[in-house]
């Protein structure tokens, strides 16, 4: 199978990327606490036959309100003055058109609304969030159409509004996502079914799974010592898969099993021997980082998901393990060195902020996310260098970082040289943050996409042509093109959420779904497919 890597496709992408792309206020402190549509009235200046004004609050992206005409206005009536900080639009046939709109609040009916954003949509289906630069006091707010690309009518899938606060659950997955997929397991459909089978059948999903924590976890470079971190790494799939097996069964045992795997470790860690300047401890902060990924996404289930049992006293332990064990060695970051260790590192950070509803340590993860994604991931808009730490000041310094790559293309990663495993690792950490922002309402995928629907597309035709040999300037015409199975996030926002082409994504992910590729690794892309396979913009 020949897949198009050619300079004009490339280029055609990195145009659709450039185009969608607005600036975004960014909000401090997290705005992510959606106002029920149970205490909302909507209402409309003109409405459609059967795409009235309430199907916009209803919950279902498949429904939407349409009214005709430039100056058209959606109103939601919140039901009593409340301090909001953001709102979210999903626009119909967003992919199709660009709507330029305007928000604005009246704490009165009758009062003049004011207006707190103007600007246009992304050109997607997908919700955009659009914070405000300060809080405001609101009873009613609006949306109001001033036209698009394609016709004079406005048509919103989906409006909300926000106060401060986290959404929980909040980390990778959200509830309406487990809900849709717990459904197409339900009515059998694939690539779900088989992917829950999967699950289910594996050894981390066997409700006989017992932990193996240890006291003091110590791990070394290259597993030249593994004191708890490989049991520590599999303890953690083995509560994610069982969390997943308990939210699409519905049956608690495993739910149970999961929670029992996280009080083991929990219970017992007092520390993870971390120093850098000896081999046989220093990938200790690597190895936080990789448990702050796993260990808190399926807490942040059990605790958020359902009636999970988890006691509080159990939860707060947990709490004050990731507080003062795991946070500390991930929440500065790591400058040096390869990159995917950072990005985990930020992730790991991000999640322990939002499962602890600290804003100071989320904010943290996505300032580690924002500094390194641009080092990672080549633009050419770059120049003639990548982008790299502060640390790295010389060119031969730079090429010493891409590991002796050279001649730098759109899509290339500063690991692409090294082996692809440690490229998708650093891809898996990216696309979960930008997820996990999504959840909370912030717009990472937008920051973010420019840099990696190119890498994404590079990195996809490689893995499935495998020219051999390989382009004599692309890593001296050596690439180590191991296949991770980390795909399916990133391919579900830019394919099926923005209608990008994303031939060569679409081309690998056909063959991991026809494979059923459950895991090859213990670490943070486990069970893509079970969890964001096409599941669009639930």
Not at 183 to 199: D, E, L
Not at 317 to 338: A, D, H, K, S, Y
């Amino acid at each position: 199978m020949k897949i198009d890597p050619s300079p004009s496709y490339m280029t055609m992408i990195s145009f659709i990327i450039i185009s969608s792309l607005m600036i975004m206020v960014a909000h401090a402190a997290p705005c992510a606490k959606v106002i029920s549509p149970s205490t909302i009235t909507a209402t409309a200046s003109t409405q459609q036959a059967g795409n009235e004004a309430p199907k916009a609050i209803d919950g279902n992206i498949n429904t939407r309100w349409s009214g005709s005409g430039i100056g058209a206005y959606l109103t939601l009536d919140l039901g009593s003055t409340k301090s909001i900080c953001s709102v979210s639009v999903a626009w119909y046939s967003g992919e199709t058109r660009i709507n330029t709109f305007t928000i604005s609040t009246a704490t009165v009916a009758t009062s003049t609304f004011a207006q707190v954003y103007s600007g246009s949509s992304l050109q997607n289906n997908d919700s955009q969030p659009i914070a405000f630069s300060s809080s405001v006091q609101a009873r009613y707010v609006r949306l109001t159409f001033k036209g698009n690309t394609v016709n004079t009518w406005s048509s919103v899938s989906e409006f909300k509004v926000y106060q401060a606060g986290f959404a929980h659950p909040g980390i990778f997955v959200s509830k309406e996502q487990l809900a849709y997929v717990k459904g197409r397991i339900g009515a059998g459909a694939a690539p779900y079914t088989g992917y829950y089978n999967k699950a289910r059948s594996s050894s981390w999903g066997q409700i006989t799974y017992t932990a193996k924590p240890v006291s003091v976890m110590v791990c070394g470079a290259s597993n030249s010592n593994d004191v708890g971190c490989t049991d520590a790494c599999n303890d953690g799939l083995a509560a994610y898969t069982q969390t997943l097996i308990w939210q699409y069964s519905g049956n608690v045992s495993y739910a149970t099993n999961a929670i029992k795997i996280l009080n083991a470790w929990s219970s017992k860690l007092t520390k993870i021997d971390m120093d850098s300047k000896n081999n046989s401890k220093s990938n200790g902060v690597l190895q936080a980082g990789w448990l702050g990924e796993m260990w808190v996404r399926t807490a942040e289930i059990l605790r958020w998901g359902g009636s999970s049992g988890w006691t509080s006293t159990d939860i707060n332990r947990f709490t004050t393990m990731l507080n003062t064990i795991i946070l500390p060695l991930v929440t500065n970051g790591w400058i040096w060195g390869n990159g995917n260790w950072e990005l985990t590192m930020a992730e790991a950070t991000m999640n322990i902020g939002i499962f602890t509803e600290n804003s100071t340590a989320y904010d943290a993860g996505l300032a580690l996310a924002r500094r390194r994604v641009p080092w990672y991931f080549y633009l050419a808009s770059d120049g003639a260098l990548p982008k790299a730490p502060p640390i790295y000041t010389t060119q031969a310094a730079i090429v010493d970082l891409w590991h002796d790559q050279d001649i730098f293309k759109e899509g290339l990663a500063q690991e692409t040289c090294r082996d692809f495993t440690h490229t998708q690792f650093a891809m898996a950490s990216t696309t979960n943050m930008a997820e996990t922002a999504r959840i909370q309402n912030l717009g990472l995928w937008a920051e973010f996409q420019a840099r990696l629907v190119p890498a994404f597309e590079f990195h996809s035709y490689y893995l499935i042509n495998k020219p051999s040999p390989s382009p004599s300037w692309l890593c001296d015409g050596k690439l180590a093109l191991q296949n991770m199975p980390t795909w399916e996030v990133g391919y579900n926002q830019f394919y099926v959420r923005s209608g990008l082409p994303m031939r060569n994504t679409t081309a690998l992910i056909q063959t991991y779904r026809q494979a059923l590729t459950p895991t090859t690794t213990n670490l943070m892309m486990a069970w893509e497919g079970l969890t964001h396979a096409s599941v669009g913009s639930v």
